[in-house]
């Protein structure tokens, strides 16, 4: 376990930083100026993964990546991806941040689509010195297949279950996980799951890595692991990145069925 008392982690969606929609890399700039000024207040250790969207989906999907290996596409995603982070971090910095891009290639082994390893001292060793990691979806090198698509929906509970995680937030495009009647569900355990999970789907975008049913388990598995309770919430939505790194509850919580909502 790696020693970061009171950690935050943020996802952020890549459906709201850039156009799911188009088939190629495109930036929503607008949105990562105005989630830069929501973070730059935040006084505490932070790490920010954001989403591939447009930069990774449409490129691994292209290139079949899921399917085989593929050493051209493999590159072509990995590369897009980095150039979406380099975006990030720079508009990070440009509001006063001090963000540094960490690639999930150049520091994780995976074994059949899962992570198996990640080094993890020099993100710590950055949250010491005031540093923000931000990390991203990436394709990494994996043991068993070549390479892997490893989400940032997969990351962001690695990262929780191995540093030690106080307030973990998943930013996406809905107000939280929503039902056939377009609500937010409030909570999410393994108790209501089942029920639950018929509303639950992929993504009405390309999304190589299973949209918001993909996520919704990823959390899930984390609660049941570790009793770490995770929030889904709009990111896209004005304000709402400073009301969680606040500590409010917003959005739906998937968390343990045995946890006392802290909320
Ligand atoms: N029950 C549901 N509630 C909310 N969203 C849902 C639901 N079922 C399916 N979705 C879809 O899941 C999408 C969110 O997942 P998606 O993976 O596209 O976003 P993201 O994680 O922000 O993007 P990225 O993977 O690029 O980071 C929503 O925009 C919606 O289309
Ligand atoms: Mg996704």
Redesign the pocket.
Known sequence: MVSSEGLTIL????????D?KADHGVVKINEIQRIAKEIVGFDGKLIIV????????PQAKRYALNEEFNVIGSVITHLSVKELCNIVVNVLNENGMCALGVHPMCCMLADNGRIKTMFLDQINCMLERGIVPVLH?DVVMDISVGTSVI???QIVPYLAKHMKTNLLG???????????K?S??PVITSKNFDF?KK?????????V????????KEMLDLSHNTSITSL?FD?GKPGNIERFLKGERIG?AIMHEQENCRF
Do not use: P, Q, Y
Request: glycine share 24%.
């Open positions: 996802k952020i969606g890549g459906s709201v930083i850039t799911k954001h989403g591939a969207g447009s930069f990774g989906h979806g989400s940032g929906d998943i930013g996406s495009a809905t107000e939280g996980v929503l039902d056939d377009n937010t569900i639950v509303h639950i789907g992929g993504s009405e975008n390309t999304d890595t299973g949209g918001m049913l993909g996520k919704v889904i990111a739906t």
